[in-house]
T-cell receptor, first 110, second 113 residues
Framework: DAKTTQPTSMDCAEGRAANLPCNHS???????VYWYRQIHSQGPQYIIH???NNETNEMASLIITEDRKSSTLILPHATLRDTAVYYC???????????FGKGTRLHILP | NAGVTQTPKFQVLKTGQSMTLQCAQD?????MSWYRQDPGMGLRLIHY???????DQGEVPNGYNVSRSTTEDFPLRLLSAAPSQTSVYFC????????????FGQGTRLTVV
């Protein structure tokens, strides 16, 4: 499986856009990019995923570079409730395993 | 639609005891998995299943057994609990259409003394 590299931690002011980067330089053509987050000690929560095109849903936007070697998760108007650990995962759609890395701890500052 | 339900939420075991952590999903998902999360650490995959009757090992399978007799249930058995198994355990159920989206339970907090 391709590995991902994320910053250990990031800060963002409340109300601003939070941009979380992820490098996945060894990603294969059939691998998707998934984002999950874990708030405090709760179970992880799915946010968004994509293959090649940029994606947007009610929670966030996912921007994938043209070469697919990196991506950015965007939370358009961060709130205090967005404080969490954010995990970027790459995995083939047919693969049955989701392997988590260490993620980015995002702090939203009031 | 309850999603993924884990029981119990909290458990204290003595070293050497055995127990089963329950996980049930009502979304008719084929894929289910178990993770453990140690304090301040990320999630590590223990075992997973791609359907009833089929299971496979994840990253840290030692000391745990699983079975999948029905689509809905995926219990995790600790054979002989050790203090190193003190952790929070999460069960996940995953869709298989149009990209995989995993739904997680709220976790079982296990302490082995």
């Amino acid at each position: 499986d391709a590995k991902t590299t994320q910053p250990t931690s990031m800060d963002c002011a409340e109300g601003r856009a939070a941009n979380l980067p992820c490098n996945h330089s060894t990603i294969s053509g059939n691998e998707y990019v998934y984002w999950y987050r874990q708030i405090h000690s709760q179970g992880p929560q799915y946010i968004i995923h994509g293959l090649k095109n940029n994606e947007t849903n009610e929670m966030a936007s996912l921007i994938i570079t043209e070469d697919r070697k990196s991506s950015t998760l965007i939370l358009p108007h961060a709130t205090l409730r967005d404080t969490a650990v954010y995990y970027c995962i790459v995995s083939p759609n047919r693969d049955d395993k989701i392997i988590f890395g260490k993620g980015t701890r995002l702090h939203i500052l009031p | 639609n309850a999603g993924v339900t884990q029981t119990p939420k909290f458990q204290v075991l003595k070293t050497g005891q055995s127990m089963t952590l329950q996980c049930a999903q009502d979304m008719n998902h084929e894929y289910m998995s178990w993770y453990r999360q140690d304090p301040g650490m990320g999630l590590r995959l223990i075992h997973y299943s791609v359907g009833a009757g089929i299971t496979d090992q994840g990253e840290v399978p030692n000391g745990y057994n699983v079975s999948r007799s029905t689509t809905e249930d995926f219990p995790l058995r600790l054979l002989s609990a050790a203090p190193s198994q003190t952790s929070v355990y999460f069960c996940a159920s995953t869709t298989s259409r149009g990209g995989r989206q995993a739904f997680f339970g709220q976790g079982t907090r296990l302490t082995v003394v």
